[in-house]
C-alpha cells in the first residue's frame, strides 16, 4: 500500500489571491443577461401569462415562458432509481417543468426567463410580465400530504406519494420484537437544510450555431453528471454538449445536477441567438438550490434482558419537495438500508421509507446524504436504550459492536462492510477524549451553573458508487515529458489539484510540481465515470490515476528497453528512471516521454479504467458540551474524532475535510432548519438574517486522529473521508446535548438545539 506525505494545497495561491476562475468570472462577447421571473407563492394555477409589456420594455431581446420550453420538450433528468418499491412499485417521476407550464408548487419556481441586454433590463423587465394565478392550497409537511384529504401536487398522484421503499425482512424482524425484553422507540425529524455554497448557482450558455455546440460555464460536481443530465433533459446529444467549470466554490452535493435553470438558458441562447449569463442571487440559492435531509425518521431497537440487540426497524417520511431531483430517491432508500444496523451485529431488520411530493424546493443528496439520517437515528435509539435499560452507553456498545474478527461484515441486506475495527476505534478515543474523568468535568461544570453533557457515536460510513460501472482516467504526455492527468472529478475545495498529482507522482517517480491535472476537461479525452459524490474520489479516481500511472510505467519499460537495446525484461524502473540491472544504462521515464511524443506511433498515452470502488470507513466521536440554562446556549468543550479512513493520502486534507464535516453537522444540530409557513407555503428562512450558518467562534478545538486499516477494494487503500465529519458529528452532539439535558428529564427535543429551544425545555422541565 502507498502513502504520500505533503503539505500546502498547490491551488491555494491562485484561490485567495483572488485569481480563482468561477462561473461568474466566464464572459462571452455580445453576452446579454438572464433573470428569472419565479413563483411568489407556493401553489397556484397559471391561468395567462401576459409578456407583451415587458417585451417592449429597453433592452429586452426575448422573454421566455413553460410554453417555449415545452414545445423545446424539455423535461426532467431521469430518476436513479431503477429498482422496484414496495409490492413491485415503480418510483412515480412527474414530468418537470423547468419553466412554469400550467401550475406553479413551490416558491421559488422559476416561471419565466428574461434576457436583456443588461441585467437591470431584465430585472426591470421581469416586473412588467402579469401573471393571472388562481391559488390553490398547499401542503409543506411530507406525512400531512399523504392524508387522503391533502391538496395534490399533481391530479394523477395519489396521495402525492411517489415511492414506498421497503427493505429488510418484515416477519423475522417482527418475530424477534416479539421475543424482545425491551423496546426502545424514538421518531426524530431531520430538518430541512439550505446547502449553501460561497459561489451561488451560475451558468454561462452558449450555443454555437456553426458549430452546433452547447457550452455551459456552471459550477459543477463532474463532467459527466452535469453534461448527462443536461443531455437527458433536454435530449441535446452529450457529444454536443461541453461544460466547462474550473474553480468551485463548494459543492455539497447540490451542485451535481444540471438544474432547471441551465436547461432554459440553453434554450434562451439557442433562440436568442446570444450567449446568456445568469448568476443568481443569495434569495434564489436559498429558494431554488435543491435542499438536503427533510425527512422524518422513526426507529425502534429491540434488545434482550442482557442488552444485545435483536432486531431493528424503520420507518422513514421522506419530503421530496415539489418535483424529484435525480439523487434525492436514491440517496433516501437504497444506500441507507445497506447500513441500516451501523456498526453492530443486529441479526434482523425492516424498513419502509415513504416519499411523498410537498409544496416545497425539491431535495437532494447534502453532505453525508442520508447516512447522518442513520447515524443519528440509531445512535439516538443506542443512547436511549442504554438510558431506558440503566445500562452504560459505552458497554452497551461494546456489547453489539461487530468484532473485528467478523469482517469482511455482511449485513442483514446483503451489504459487505470490506474492514473495520469498531471495538478499536471506540478504545482509542475514550483514551484520547480522557473519557473516563468526564464526571469531575460534569460536577466541576455544575458547581459553575452549567451543564455539561458527554457522547460517544460510533458511525459507518459507505463510501463510493455511482451510477458509472467504471471509474476511467488517462495520462497523456506533451513534449516537455510531463504527464497530464485527465478525470471527471469535480473537486469544489476538496484538493483534489494538490492530491492527485502527488499520487501519480509517486509511481512515475516524477516531482509532482511537473505533473497537472485537467479535472472534467472538456477538450479532453472522453472518460467513463462519476463525478465528485459519495467521497469516492480519492478510491475512485485516484484509484483509477495508479492504475493507468502503473500502464505508463510498464508501455515506458519497453520503449525503454527499445531505446537502451536490451529485453524489457532486464530492466528496472525506480523513482522515474528505466536502468539496465547490473550496468550504468538508463533513461528517465521523462526522457522516454518526449522520445514518445515525437514518434505518433507509439505514444506513452494511456487510458485505464477499474471498476467503481466501495468502501465503508467507520469513526468514533466523542463529543462534550455545556448548556447554559440561563441563556439555553451551547458551548462544545471538547471534540475528538477517531477515524478510520483507509490509508490517509494527504493528512492536512483528510483533516481539513473531517473538519469541515464537522461544523456542517454542527449547523444541522445547532442552527439550521429551513422552514416553511405552512399555511402560505412560504419559505421563512429564505436568507441569512433567518438562517443561522455556523461561524468559527461556535467550534472548539477539535483532536482529530486516523485509525486506518486499508480498504481492501482500490489500489490506494484509501476510503472516503469528505462525508465522514457530517455523519459522525450529527449524533455526535445531539447525544451530548441530550446527556447535558437528562438530569432534567429531558430525553427528546426537535433540532436546531438552537437557545431558544433549549431555553425553553430547560425552563419547562423545571415548572
Ligand atoms: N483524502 C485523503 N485520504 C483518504 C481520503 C481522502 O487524504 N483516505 C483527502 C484527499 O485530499 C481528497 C479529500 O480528502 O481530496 C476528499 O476525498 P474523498 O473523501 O474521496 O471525497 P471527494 O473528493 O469525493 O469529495 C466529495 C465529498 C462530498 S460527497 C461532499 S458533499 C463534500 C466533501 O467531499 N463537499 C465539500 N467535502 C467538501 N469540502 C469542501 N471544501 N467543499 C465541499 O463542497
Not at 458549430?211 to 463532474?222: E, F, I, K, M, W
Not at 477515524?643 to 456542517?664: F, K, P, R, S
Request: net charge negative.
Amino acid at each position: 500500500m502507498m502513502s504520500v506525505h505533503f503539505h500546502g494545497r498547490r491551488e491555494d495561491y491562485r484561490l485567495v489571491t483572488g485569481q480563482g476562475k468561477y462561473a461568474s468570472d466566464w464572459n462571452i462577447p455580445n453576452q446579454a443577461y438572464g433573470f428569472f421571473l419565479r413563483a411568489d407563492r407556493a401553489h397556484a394555477l397559471i391561468r395567462s401569462i401576459d409578456v407583451s409589456a415587458a417585451l417592449a420594455m429597453p433592452g429586452v431581446i426575448r422573454i421566455l415562458t413553460g410554453a417555449d420550453t415545452k414545445a423545446a420538450g424539455i423535461g426532467s433528468i431521469p430518476s436513479i432509481v431503477k429498482f422496484p418499491g414496495k409490492d413491485g412499485m415503480s418510483l412515480i417521476s412527474p414530468r418537470r417543468q423547468v419553466l412554469a407550464e400550467d401550475r406553479v408548487r413551490y416558491v421559488g419556481q422559476e416561471v419565466a426567463l428574461i434576457v436583456a441586454d443588461t441585467l437591470a433590463q431584465a430585472q426591470d423587465a421581469a416586473e412588467a410580465i402579469i401573471i393571472d394565478y388562481e391559488d390553490l392550497a398547499p401542503v409543506i409537511d411530507a406525512d400531512k400530504a399523504m392524508q387522503a384529504d391533502a391538496p395534490r401536487l399533481y391530479d394523477e398522484i395519489e396521495r402525492n406519494r411517489v415511492y414506498v421503499y421497503e427493505y429488510g425482512s418484515k416477519d423475522q424482524t417482527e418475530a424477534a420484537f416479539a421475543k424482545a425484553h425491551h423496546v426502545t422507540t424514538l421518531e426524530l425529524d431531520a430538518p430541512r437544510m439550505v446547502g449553501n455554497p460561497m459561489e451561488p448557482k451560475a451558468c454561462l450558455a452558449h450555443y454555437d450555431a456553426a458549430a452546433d455546440l452547447y457550452d455551459l460555464y456552471v459550477p459543477s460536481q463532474g463532467i459527466n453528471m452535469m453534461r448527462g443530465g443536461f443531455s437527458a433533459a433536454t435530449s441535446i446529444p452529450p457529444e454536443k454538449i461541453r461544460i466547462h467549470a474550473h474553480d468551485v466554490g463548494g459543492g455539497f452535493g447540490i451542485r451535481g445536477e444540471a438544474y432547471s435553470e441551465y436547461c432554459t438558458l440553453a434554450l434562451a441562447s439557442r433562440l436568442s441567438g446570444r450567449p446568456v449569463k445568469w448568476v443568481s442571487t443569495r434569495s434564489e440559492t436559498f429558494v431554488s438550490d435543491h435542499h438536503g435531509r427533510a425527512a422524518k425518521l422513526r426507529g425502534e431497537l429491540a434488545l434482550d434482558q442482557e442488552g444485545r440487540f435483536l432486531a431493528i426497524r424503520f420507518h422513514w417520511t421522506v419530503n421530496c419537495g415539489a418535483y424529484l431531483s435525480g439523487p434525492g430517491p436514491f440517496i433516501n432508500t437504497l444506500p441507507p438500508s445497506m447500513h441500516g444496523v451501523n456498526v453492530y451485529t443486529i441479526p434482523t431488520l425492516y424498513g419502509v421509507h415513504d416519499l411523498a411530493l410537498t409544496n416545497t424546493t425539491p431535495t437532494t443528496a447534502y453532505r453525508g446524504a442520508a447516512r447522518p439520517n442513520v447515524s443519528y437515528l440509531v445512535e439516538r435509539l443506542v443512547d436511549e436504550a442504554a438510558h431506558e435499560m440503566k445500562m452504560d452507553r459505552i458497554a452497551l456498545r461494546r456489547l453489539n459492536a461487530i468484532p473485528k474478527e467478523a469482517y469482511p461484515y455482511k449485513t442483514p441486506v446483503g451489504s459487505e462492510y470490506d474492514s473495520g475495527d469498531p471495538l478499536g476505534l471506540l478504545d482509542m478515543a475514550l483514551q484520547k477524549a480522557d473519557y473516563q474523568n468526564f464526571e469531575k468535568r460534569r460536577a466541576q461544570a455544575l458547581s459553575r451553573g452549567r451543564l455539561r453533557g458527554v457522547s460517544c457515536c460510533l458511525f459507518v460510513e459507505p463510501a463510493g458508487g455511482g451510477a458509472s460501472p467504471v471509474e476511467e482516467t488517462a495520462i497523456k504526455f506533451g513534449e516537455s515529458g510531463n504527464p497530464i492527468l485527465y478525470t471527471v472529478s469535480g473537486a469544489s475545495g476538496q484538493g483534489h489539484e494538490t492530491v492527485y498529482p502527488h499520487i501519480v507522482a509517486d509511481v512515475l517517480g516524477i516531482d509532482a510540481q511537473d505533473i497537472t491535472l485537467r479535472a472534467s476537461d472538456p477538450f479532453g479525452p472522453v472518460l467513463r465515470g462519476d463525478g465528485t459524490i459519495g467521497s469516492r474520489s480519492t478510491m475512485a479516481h485516484g484509484g483509477s490515476l495508479i492504475m493507468s500511472a502503473r500502464e505508463v510505467v510498464r508501455k515506458g519499460q519497453e520503449m525503454a528497453a527499445q531505446h537502451l537495446e536490451v529485453a524489457a525484461a532486464d530492466i528496472e524502473f525506480e523513482k522515474g528512471v528505466y536502468r539496465v540491472a547490473g550496468t550504468d544504462l538508463s533513461i528517465s521515464l521523462k526522457e522516454v516521454a518526449r522520445l514518445s511524443a515525437l514518434d505518433p506511433s507509439r505514444p506513452l498515452d494511456v487510458q485505464e479504467a477499474m471498476p467503481s470502488p466501495r468502501a465503508f470507513p467507520t469513526g468514533c466521536h466523542i463529543a462534550e458540551v455545556e448548556i447554559d440554562p440561563e441563556t439555553g446556549l451551547t458551548d462544545i468543550m471538547r471534540y475528538t474524532a477517531v477515524d478510520d479512513c483507509g490509508n490517509i493520502i494527504n493528512h492536512t486534507l483528510a483533516e481539513g475535510q473531517v473538519h469541515g464535516g464537522i461544523v456542517q453537522g454542527l449547523g444541522q444540530i445547532f442552527h439550521e432548519a429551513a422552514i416553511y409557513d405552512e399555511t402560505s407555503g412560504q419559505l421563512l428562512t429564505a436568507s441569512f438574517m433567518d438562517y443561522t450558518m455556523p461561524r468559527a467562534s461556535d467550534v472548539c478545538h477539535l483532536d482529530l486522529y486516523d485509525r486506518p486499516i486499508p480498504a481492501p477494494n482500490n489500489p490506494l487503500g484509501a476510503k472516503g473521508v469528505g462525508e465522514a465529519g457530517t455523519t459522525g458529528a450529527v449524533p455526535t452532539l445531539a447525544n451530548a446535548v441530550i446527556d447535558a439535558l437528562r438530569p432534567l428529564g429531558i430525553n427528546h427535543i426537535d433540532l436546531p438545539y438552537n437557545p431558544a429551544r433549549l431555553w425553553q425545555a430547560i425552563h419547562r422541565a423545571k415548572g
